[in-house]
């Protein structure tokens, strides 16, 4: 059965930075390309970023381009995004997810993502 936890979430002020992580199981992590999405109060769940299997092509949402990294370890079959300079609309949970397809692909479409997280929590304050 495969299982993504993610963690890491929290409160932060403004200009903070954040370290989330998501360990997953039951699947071959090193072959499943993966992603990060949020959903905000009243809104629909969006695309962060996503990594291919490798980790050598990664994709990011305008919004948080340059601001945010996702990266990986195959070894430890957990996937990392590291938020920095935190803005309060960054404020949602988190989810995490692994890609249907092995070679990823429309990265910002979560219908192509087969399995997800329960999600963690980031509250930005002013």
């Not at 990060?36 to 299997?53: L, M």
């Amino acid at each position: 059965q495969v299982q993504l936890v993610e963690s890491g979430g929290g409160l932060v002020q403004a200009g903070g930075s954040l370290r989330l992580a998501c360990a997953a199981s039951g699947l071959t992590f090193s072959s499943s390309a993966m992603g990060w999405f949020r959903q905000a109060p009243g809104k629909e769940r969006e695309f962060v970023a996503a990594i291919s299997w490798s980790g050598a092509y990664t994709y990011y949402a305008d919004s948080v381009k340059g601001r945010f990294t996702i990266s990986r370890d195959n070894a430890k079959n957990t996937v990392y995004l590291q938020m920095n300079s935190l803005k309060p609309e960054d404020t949602a949970i988190y989810y995490c997810a692994a890609h249907r397809a092995r070679n990823g692909g429309n990265w910002n479409d979560r219908t192509k993502y087969a399995y997800w997280g329960q999600g963690t929590q980031v509250i930005v304050s002013s």
